[in-house]
Structure formats: C-alpha cells, structure tokens
C-alpha cells in the first residue's frame, strides 16, 4: 500500500469513522483504487488531503452517492476538481471551536485582543458574540452576550462542570493572519466553507450559515500573510493595554515541520497567551498523547484538555 493509500485509509479510520459515512466509503475505496491515486499523486503533496479533494469535487457538482457511482464522475471531471484544489486549501471555519476555546479565555484577566493564525474568515474571532449551551453529567451551564441570546448557538459536552466556562471574555480587538482570507460577504466563499463541512453534518452548515451572517455585519480585521513573516506586524498593531491572545485550531498541521518549530519558538517568548488547538503530533508537548482524533487544547504549550475536531466536546487532563 502507498502511502497515499495508508493516509486515506487512517483518515478514514480517525478522522471520518462514525462521523461521516459517506466520506469514509469514499476515502476507503479511493485508498484500494490504484488509478484515482495516481491523479491524486500528480498533485502537489499539500493538496492531497481528502477533505480538500473530496470539497472541491463536490464543488465541482459530484454526486453525493456511494463510490461505485462517484467514482465515474470523479474520472469525467477531474480536469476541473483540479482546478478547485489548486485554487483553494482546506479552510474550514468552525464556529463551535470557540466553545472549547473559551473557558481558556474566560480565565484570563484584563480585556482581551484577539490575534487568530489560520483564521480563515475569522468567524473564531467572535467568541464573545456567540450563545453556549454546556452540557455536563450533573446538568447545564448557558452562557449568552450581554445583549441577549445569539442566533449562533454552541453546544458543547464537557467532562465536569468545573471545566465549562462562567462568563464571556471582554474583547476589545480582534484580527486574524491567513495565506489566503476568506470574505464572508463573498458568497464564493461562503460557498467554500460550507463545501468544506462534511454531508453529513447538518447541524454544522445551519451554524456556518448563522455564524457568516453575524460576522459579515462586523467583519474582522484578516491580514493576508505567512505566520512566520508578517505575524509581528500585525501583534504589533494590537491595543498594548490590552491582554494579546494568539490562537490557532488544526492550523499548524498544514505547516512544514521547521517553520512550525519557528512558530512555537516565537510563541513561547510571546508577551501575552498563546493558546493552540491541534491535532496530538503537532506539538512536541503533546505527542504522549493518543492519536485518536481529538485535538489537545494547550496553554502556552502546557497540555490542558482534549477537544472534538469540531468543538462538541472538551475533556480536561
């Protein structure tokens, strides 16, 4: 088996398993298919993901069908799925992060400046705008803005009832870095994150759809540049009487391994809190833990949670 094959296959198996039937057939059959693997080879080894290949076929107009049936289509146009992979990346923007996010940022004190690496259209900017619904094994925390319960609400699982945030975080600025921002009032792109949420997770589109309208009638600061190279400019920009937050969510793992080491080195002489929400292999801190699809949450490189992909759930270690 390649090691294409063996991506496919282990992203079926941690990633899409339980969570998206479809996209599992489609990844599994691709990893046996020694022809789709061979036009997906000839791509550049940055545009191989499956869940950027998968959303840009189905951009494309690919049938939501099993493979026997995707399949033939997938061959007939690949011209123009190419195209779309090399035109865009995989940018999901998932709101619900915020929910694993914000008991980190409820502890911190001061108001806060928000600074997102990978930020996407920046709808993980607005923590302090969105509605939470925490649920834990003894009962419920709600939390809304000041100004009343949000049309974007967040459901959230927590371990304990101790680790389920009791306030919103005051912010007072908030911008985001990103190789190529997203717009949310362009509707082509808006038309790519939701092609970028999985079939399957309806629930997930209705809260793009509210999360983009809420955020397109105060869209957010988003610079286009590279994490290593222009990240200080825009620190440098923020409120210094406010308390500098920089943050990221299943970001890094798309960064080459010596400039993402780069990256953590700025971080941990940051003047402020750094908080990272990445898969277990990304950070040295946290490569003891499983590899079983969840992201750790860490706290200035400390380890402290494992989170849902999506934001549905946070167990504190």
């Given at each position: 088996m390649t090691s294409l094959a063996e991506a496919y296959v282990r992203w079926a198996d941690i990633e899409t398993r339980g969570s998206s039937?479809?996209?599992?057939?489609?990844?599994?059959?691709?990893?046996?298919?020694?022809?789709?693997?061979?036009?997906?080879?000839?791509?550049?080894?940055?545009?191989?993901?499956?869940?950027?290949?998968?959303?840009?076929?189905?951009?494309?107009?690919?049938?939501?069908?099993?493979?026997?049936?995707?399949?033939?289509?997938?061959?007939?146009?690949?011209?123009?799925?190419?195209?779309?992979?090399?035109?865009?990346?995989?940018q999901t923007n998932e709101a619900a992060r915020c929910a694993v996010l914000l008991p980190e940022l409820a502890r911190l004190e001061g108001p806060l400046a928000l600074v997102e690496v990978g930020a996407s259209a920046g709808l993980c900017l607005y923590p302090d705008r969105y509605s939470y619904r925490y649920r834990t094994l003894d009962g419920s925390v709600t939390l809304d803005p000041v100004t009343g319960p949000s049309p974007v609400v967040i459901e959230c699982t927590?371990?304990?009832?101790?680790?389920?945030?009791?306030?919103?975080p005051d912010v007072v600025w908030r911008a985001g870095i990103d190789l190529n921002p997203l717009d949310v009032r362009d509707p082509e792109d808006v038309a790519w994150l939701r092609a970028l949420v999985w079939p399957e997770h309806h629930d997930r589109r209705e809260r793009l759809e509210a999360a983009c309208a809420l955020v397109a009638t105060d869209p957010p600061h988003l610079v286009r540049g590279d994490l290593l190279d222009d990240l200080d400019a825009l620190l440098g920009s923020a409120p210094p009487d406010a308390h500098l937050v920089v943050f990221h969510s299943s970001v890094l793992t798309y960064v080459e391994p010596a400039p993402r080491q780069r990256f953590v080195e700025r971080m941990r002489g940051l003047d402020g809190t750094w908080i990272s929400n990445e898969g277990s292999l990304v950070l040295e801190s946290s490569a003891g833990l499983a590899h079983d699809g969840r992201t750790v949450l860490t706290v200035d490189d400390v380890p402290v949670a494992r989170a849902d992909p999506h934001g549905r759930s946070l167990v504190r270690l």
């Open positions: 039937p479809s996209y599992e057939e489609w990844a599994r059959a691709i990893a046996g298919d020694d022809h789709v693997l061979t036009l997906i080879e000839a791509l550049p080894a940055r545009k191989r993901q499956p869940n950027l290949v998968f959303a840009a076929a189905r951009t494309a107009g690919a049938p939501l069908d099993v493979y026997q049936r995707f399949r033939p289509w997938l061959l007939q146009h690949w011209c123009e799925v190419v195209e779309i992979v090399l035109a865009r990346s995989t927590v371990d304990d009832e101790s680790a389920a945030p009791t306030r919103l």
